[in-house]
């Protein structure tokens, strides 16, 4: 028999202060041991009670998805191009980086949510936050280690060009670093995206959960603003920090500090993670919200919610993995969710990017703008849906047709991405050089004496508005700083034809109406595939049965991950290949992409867009017509368990005995005799989904049908 102790707490379902006595699965503590699984040991802290509610428990946990979202989704995507600088990577070596993540969490979610689906949630999302801590300050490593980074200023004009340095750099090793941190995330993320979201949906009314995830997935969407926000500002400062030098961000030597974000943000997750783990095991006076969750499962999972013991053996995994599948509801939500982060994963690395190719914005800029849309977007479209069904108490029905009424809205909002600017005039790519009359490359008769070396590429905008492959292919002779001068490729009404270092962006697309309206209909693209996440989530936690429930999203993340995420940011990056106009040639191999074709990726994206969010609404409206609910005559015995609406004796004076139970028992449409069980207040406190308790108690989580539980 576990020992308690007796604390001074606060009661949700009571205004008034009561004196119980605790078991200590609903105290904070430490807990010495398997992270609550088998042999482990809880020293309980009277003094952090105080934090044993559901509101505290959201709110580290919201913590924890900032860092994760900051870490992963924000200020990866906007360092990668500086990565791939530093230590000389290809896209596709920089572009494993981002996949590592997924591959680390497809591997582990089924596990984690199985196995810690029954045991001690807060402890796998608490050592799952701190290994994500931890990945955020291995992440930095590289910045330490390797050799100092140096630099100098190489002459690139007509007559006197570099000669390009083919020799492979030992600095590649250093990818393994990031391959194995961000691994290390994907695994410590497990728990927070699923066994976090069941701890909430077990532990608050039904029709608060929404509300509840709903805000903890809307701050891991806040997380990647503020990644992009913070990674763009700490681009703008010098790698080493404490070090004066002489070029600025415009050169094509400048490294940014790519590495403070992730060693930052990694203290802040170990830190986040200790009063996560400290949280206990169940809220306590919660037992009678995990009493309420049997009434909108899908007919098939009706069974299932029967078996007490179901699932507590590895034997059970393949039943239960077959179990999910054969749920239809379950199985289009996920598609549907799925396809969903296909589109989410795919402009997640390459949002910003779009707005910096095809608006002609600076790095900073558009991680800047892209930030603030999904944050104002995603997040604002989580906190709807989430408090419109807190609001309004939705029902399942209602969800289903939100599915899929909300891509259909965003396929109007995904036209805007057919807006497009006119291209930078690029000379030998697609505009001729001066005296040309054809585009024939980037060597012309202009620069055929000078000796320029393709692979390397530092752009110039001449006097004349159009952008240079290098001073070299400019034909400049001489160099002031950053401007280059004596330009004989370069007709100019200017006196002196020359050039500055950088593009010649085009002002009036980046400043006129057509950047404002993209960013207007995008921000609405974002809200309404967000505002809809709520409500999947939502109706896949209700279509199951409860003791899956942590499974169901383990199966349903993993869904998204291997069908998703991963092939997202692939399928997305194959389109901005198709919409190159002239890569780089690197060792004489080809590197990457210089200038796109605007019209074409606008075409590639918007087509993308549409298609996707249009299959998304044809998947969520076929689970709205596979939903079948547990039929009414079972449902009725169910509805007893709201305390506040029905009674459990016609004499409605009489004092209802608080250390019984009664139970009834039907055999057809006979009722047999009501039966009084004694039961242990500790257990029941304290008794999760699908756990089976000792011989003078019973399961209050897994009734069903004929086994209708009433209320004390």
Known sequence: MSLTKKFRLSVDSSESQIDVDLPKEETCGCEVGCAGCWESERFPAKKCQTFATTKWALFFFSLGGVVQGFLVNGHTPVIISTIEKRFKLTSTESGLIASMYDIGGSLTILFVTYVGGRRHKTQWV??????????????????????????????????SSATENCVISMLKNFRFVFYFAMLIT???????????????????????SALYNGILITMSIVGPGIGFLVGAALLDIYTYPSETVTINQSSENWVGAWWMGSFIIGFVGIFVSI???????????????????????????????????????????????????????????????ALDSVLIGGFAVFGAKYLETQFALGVSQAGTYFGLMAILGGAGGQLVGGGSIAKFNLKMPTMLRINYIAPVLAVACGGVYFITCSNLAFAGVNSAYSGSSAINGISDSCNADCGCEEGLYHPVCGSDRVTYFSPCFAGCESQNGDTYNNCTCIVSTAANSSATTGFCTDEICSKSWQLIVFCFFNFLLMFFTFVNEASVLQASLRCVAFNQRSFAIGLQVLFSRVLGTVPGPLIVGALFDRACSKWTQECGTRGSCL???????????????????????????IAHLRYKPIPAEFTDDDACVEEDKHSISDDKTKEPNKDVQLVTKSNGSARAP??????????????????????????NHSFVADDAIMPR
């Open 275 to 337: 009063p996560v783990l400290m949280l206990p095991r169940v809220i306590p006076g919660t037992e009678k919200h995990r009493m309420e969750r049997e009434k909108e499962i899908h007919h098939s999972a009706q069974d299932t919610a029967q078996k007490e013991v179901f699932g507590k053996s590895f034997r059970d995994f393949p039943q239960c993995t077959l179990t999910l599948l054969r749920n239809p509801t379950f199985l289009f939500l996920s598609l549907g969710t």
């Open 186 to 208: 994907g695994v410590g993320s497990s728990p927070l995206y699923s066994l976090a979201i069941t701890f909430l949906d077990e532990n608050v009314k039904q029709r608060y």
């Open 126 to 159: 608490g050592w799952g936050l701190f290994m994500i801590g931890l990945s955020g300050i291995i992440f930095s490593i590289p910045h330490f280690v390797a050799p100092t980074y140096s630099f100098q200023e190489m002459t690139n004009i007509c007559g």
């Open 595 to 621: 200038i796109y074709d605007n019209k074409n990726l606008s075409l590639y994206l918007a087509v993308f867009i549409i298609v996707i969010k249009l299959l998304d609404a044809l998947i969520f409206w």
């Open 674 to 699: 009501v039966i009084e069980q004694p039961i242990s207040r500790d257990k029941m406190s304290s008794a999760l989904p699908g756990e089976t308790l000792s011989s003078n108690t019973f399961d």
